[in-house]
């Protein structure tokens, strides 16, 4: 399958590097909505559930050396490839994992594939915005929402009709492999160079690095604990029916795809770091109200801050870091792909010792914490045509 003809080549690009986020987006949603059922099939507890999600963190965390490796061997376009193959077959394992042990397998390796992909479709879009010196990042984001909108869509709809899950995931890898397709005629094959530098043995992240990187794990955390929590917090503590459940993912991607189509404009009007401080004070304080209020309809609406909230986080983090350097740039990735990744099973163990209620609190803390970490990073001054704290001058980079 091949992408309609677009003759604009950064519109060509721009599709073909969405088609990715969305695959992402779609898969990693897909196996979060259905957890209820995973958990149910293996009979786990809140603990073990936890541990399971754990599990991808761990990969996640392990593929840095790798990825690094990975990316400079292979490229951005081809790496992109072979993660997509196996978070493709990820899913398909899923529905006849015969055990809890080797579910665990599965699950680390899903990890390792998303922080690859992860990785490689940030450098794509990263490469985009240098190659045709135009703002995007946070366009190819809405596209990782979308993908998990459509995602707790099919698994709500799916749902109502049955429960089978090989059929479900049947699907769904159809649905990831006709993604693939849309990309094949459009990515890019080169990616920027970076500077030759003298080589050191060992040395610790530039500040600015190291503070994205936090930014970038606390905003994962929320997002992916809003995932891979929600549907088990309207079934189990806001009492709603179980095909309701899936609706959980479905307000916060809905309503984070929305946020980021606008996202660029509001960078650009009001700057990164305002943005990034006023939507993860809303995110925050927004789930906090419904945690107090209870129910099904509150949940909803603080799913949907939430979504609103951290829309611009993930993309604005992106987009400093890519500025910093390919190095800067994986080392975020990764690092957001373990907050994605291993951030909600630390929700599980809370819960697990409590209940959900609390465990969706510190995701509220989590939230919070990008705030002060954003008081921290030198965002750039888009609203002047003058270089930036950073030393960057902004007009060359729209």
């Known amino acids: 399958m091949h992408m309609l003809p677009v003759r604009d080549p950064f519109r060509r690009a721009q599709l073909a590097t969405a088609a990715l986020f969305c695959f992402l987006g779609f898969q990693y949603a897909t196996w979060a909505s259905r957890l209820p059922a995973i958990k149910t099939r293996l009979d786990l507890t809140a603990a073990e559930l936890g541990l399971l999600l754990l599990a991808c963190g761990v990969g996640a965390a392990a593929s840095f050396p790798l990825v690094t490796i990975l990316i400079k061997k292979l490229g951005s376009r081809r790496l992109a490839y072979l993660s997509a193959l196996v978070l493709g077959l990820v899913l398909l394992a899923l529905t006849i994992t015969p055990n809890y042990s080797i579910t665990l397998l599965i699950m680390c390796c899903d990890g390792v594939a998303v922080a690859c992909l992860n990785v490689a ?7 985009l915005e240098v190659t045709y010196q135009r703002t995007t990042m946070a366009k190819l984001h809405a596209t990782f929402s979308a993908g998990g909108l459509c995602a707790g869509l099919l698994a709500s709809g799916v749902t109502a009709v049955t429960p089978n899950l090989p059929a479900h995931f049947g699907a769904a890898t159809i649905i990831l492999l006709l993604l693939v397709g849309c990309t094949r005629s459009g990515l890019l094959t080169e990616d920027p160079q970076p500077p030759k530098k003298t080589r050191h043995r060992f040395a610790l992240p530039p500040r600015m690095t190291l503070w994205l990187g936090c930014a970038m794990v606390f905003g994962t955390v929320t997002e992916g604990a809003m995932n891979d929590w929600s549907a088990l917090y309207l079934e189990d503590i806001a009492n709603a029916a179980s095909a309701l459940a899936p609706l959980g993912i479905a307000v916060v991607s809905g309503v984070m795809v929305l946020a980021r189509l606008f996202a660029d404009g509001w960078r650009t009007r009001w700057g990164d770091g305002r943005v990034v401080l006023a939507g993860s004070a809303v995110a925050g304080s927004g789930l906090v109200l419904a945690l107090l209020l209870g129910g099904v309809a509150p949940a909803l609406i603080g799913f949907a801050c939430v979504g609103l909230g951290i829309a611009a986080v993930t993309p604005c983090t992106y987009a400093a870091a890519a500025r910093q350097g390919p190095d800067a740039l994986t080392l975020v990735a990764t690092m957001g792909t373990v907050g994605l990744l291993a951030g909600p099973p630390i929700i599980g163990f809370i819960a697990n010792a409590s209940n959900l209620a609390w465990g969706m609190s510190a995701v509220a803390v989590s939230a ?30 729209s």
């Open 368 to 397: 919070l914490l990008v705030s002060l970490c954003a008081t921290q990073i030198r965002w750039p001054d888009r609203s002047a045509g003058r270089p930036n704290h950073a030393g960057i001058d902004e007009d060359s980079m």
């Open 121 to 127: 479709m940030n450098a794509q879009g990263a490469a």
